[in-house]
């Protein structure tokens, strides 16, 4: 069993110095020679704001930099929640600029995460809705925690917004059409035995033992001739990278008016101000 903060700690520095920027939300580490660990360190809830997922970003390209590093394990260091998804307050009547530029960094994230020459293992130790979806579906494997009471799935229509296509199409190419149908249009979230069931997590094992197991399948992915195995990710991962990459700023021009519709934002505001009840 590992203990990951102590973990993290002593061997933070075998992956070479990342931006203080970078530091600020994200822990990145090498407990092997072959595999790294992301840890998402944005409290209260590791929402992606566009510094967080500048920083997520620059992690990965800094773990990729490492040429005897091929695995990363991505965790969070808040043992209830992965991630809570994008950071709803840059949505709630934003400056055009900055809401342009913040879903900028997301489709960079997605690209660098979804594209990664890593194998990449997201351990899920609690809650994943949403853009917390997106960071686990990115990945090439995916544990989470048992506990009915944790959820994983897109919402987004409960939020009165809906995925962007290439989130749509990663949901599909994950769990399948008439599945993605259901999960998209009642923005349903799976808890970790109902994901298992639609192949949207590959496996379901104790709290305590989520990063071990992450970690044990990270180095088994390693192990893998990296010739190989990039060839066959890069097949089947890069014709939806390329459409994005094309359509980059058609998508942000749909987030943007999207996003900024009166009724958007009545919806994204009565969302924020029910969630922790205090807003
Ligand atoms: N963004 C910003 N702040 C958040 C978010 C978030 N995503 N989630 C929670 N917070 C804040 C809360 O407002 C609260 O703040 P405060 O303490 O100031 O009141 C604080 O974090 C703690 O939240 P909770 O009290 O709710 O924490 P819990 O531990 O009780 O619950 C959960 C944790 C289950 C993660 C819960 O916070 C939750 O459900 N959060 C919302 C998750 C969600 O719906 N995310 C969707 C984000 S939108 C997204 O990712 C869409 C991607 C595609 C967009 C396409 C648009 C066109």
């Not at 998402?40 to 590093?69: Q, T």
């Not at 999207?258 to 009565?270: C, N, P, R, Y």
Request: aromatic share 6%; hydrophobic share 40%.
């Amino acid at each position: 069993m590992f203990a990951s903060r102590g973990l993290l700690r002593s061997s933070r520095r075998l992956v070479g110095g990342i931006s203080s920027a970078t530091r600020t939300y994200v822990n990145l580490s090498k407990p092997s020679t072959s595999v790294a660990v992301l840890e998402l360190d944005r409290a209260p809830v590791n929402s992606l704001s566009k510094e967080m997922a500048d920083a997520v970003s620059a992690a990965i390209k800094e773990a990729e930099g490492d040429d005897k590093v091929q695995a990363l394990v991505l965790k969070s260091s808040n043992p209830k929640i992965f991630s809570a998804g994008l950071d709803i307050t840059e949505m709630n009547n934003p400056e055009v600029e900055r809401l342009e530029d913040f879903w900028r960094s997301i489709q960079d994230l997605f690209l660098t995460l979804y594209g990664s020459r890593l194998s990449t293992v997201a351990a899920i130790e609690g809650h994943s809705p949403a853009g917390g979806c997106l960071l686990a579906m990115s990945c090439d494997y995916r544990v989470m925690t048992e506990g009915e009471n944790f959820k994983i799935g897109l919402n987004e229509t409960k939020l009165g917004i809906a995925a962007p296509y290439w989130l749509k199409d990663l949901f599909v190419k994950t769990i399948g059409n008439r599945e993605a149908e259901l999960g998209l249009g009642l923005g349903k979230l799976y808890s970790p035995s109902e994901a298992l069931s639609v192949n949207l997590i590959d496996e379901v094992v104790k709290n305590e033992d989520v990063l071990e197991v992450a970690m044990k399948e990270a180095e088994t992915w390693a192990k893998i001739p990296p010739k190989g195995r990039v060839a066959s990710k890069v097949m089947l991962r890069s014709e939806m990278m390329d459409e994005l990459r094309e359509k980059k700023e058609l998508d942000v021009g749909w987030f943007r008016d999207f996003i900024m519709e009166e009724g958007t934002q009545k919806g994204i505001d009565a969302y924020l101000k029910s969630l922790g009840g205090k807003k």
